[in-house]
């Protein structure tokens, strides 16, 4: 196991269109988060998974945005009708339940441009 | 809600000379943890150095340590011997240790060693 792996690494799409990311997180991590982070800011939180239930949606989260988790393992998150607001890097981390330390491991995020 | 404030502008360190990066940070949990990332221009985030609330002693990891100052809530990283790899964002996070142990983010600090 490699870490956790996210793709594409870049995405560059027009306005109006849909979008999906992919990230695998370590085999052994059930917690799954998903984070936003705009230039010259820190990522944000925008949700997690523990095995496959979605816990918590953070209010950066609108009705354009769905992430999944199917069987606990790999996570989805799309985008409908992106907005140029949107363009961001898009990171995923994973975890034990019970962080200690530094038990939080991301992925290299994904890069998306609207335009 | 917590809030970490990093609010040092770009800082440029000579190769093998120490740096220090400041962080503050507000919760008024008792139970947390403060955690330095790096980021390069690559975009993933690398785990540097945590420390626990109830930890008495100020964490270090090779290079990294971190001055606790509970009472004054700071958090500030310390690099020893910078070398040219260390040029990169860092930022301080914290969690609370209950829910969904997800991370707030500070909006960084940019790092350039220069030889």
């Known amino acids: 196991d490699t870490g956790v792996s996210q793709d594409p690494r870049h995405k560059i799409t027009k306005r109006g269109q849909n979008v999906t990311f992919r990230c695998d997180p370590i085999s052994e991590h059930n917690r799954l988060y998903w984070y936003r982070q705009t230039l010259g800011q820190g990522p944000e939180f925008l949700t997690y998974?523990?095995?496959?239930?979605?816990?918590?949606k953070s209010r950066l989260l609108s009705d354009r945005f769905s992430a999944e988790r199917p069987k606990g393992s790999f996570s989805t998150l799309e985008i409908q009708r992106t907005e140029q607001g949107d363009s961001a890097m898009y990171l995923c981390?994973?975890?034990?339940?019970?962080?200690?330390?530094?038990?939080?491991?991301f992925g290299s995020g994904t890069r998306l441009t609207v335009v | 809600a917590q809030k970490i404030t990093q609010t040092q502008p770009g800082m440029f360190v000579q190769e093998k000379e120490a740096v220090t990066l400041d962080c503050t940070y507000d919760?008024?949990?008792?139970?947390?943890?403060l955690f330095w990332y790096k980021q390069p221009s690559s975009g993933e985030m690398i785990f540097l150095i945590y420390q626990g609330s109830y930890d008495e002693q100020n964490a270090t990891e090779g290079r990294y340590s971190l001055n606790f100052q509970k009472a004054r809530k700071s958090a500030n990283l310390v690099i020893s011997a910078s070398q040219l790899g260390d040029s990169a964002m860092y930022f301080c996070?914290?969690?609370?240790?209950?829910?969904?142990?997800?991370?707030?983010f500070g909006k960084g600090n940019q790092v350039v060693v220069i030889p």
């Open positions: 919760t008024s949990d008792q139970s947390y943890g």
């Open positions: 998974f523990q095995n496959e239930a979605q816990l918590e």
């Open positions: 981390a994973s975890s034990l339940e019970s962080v200690r330390l530094g038990g939080y491991t």
């Open positions: 996070a914290m969690r609370v240790s209950y829910g969904n142990n997800r991370l707030a």
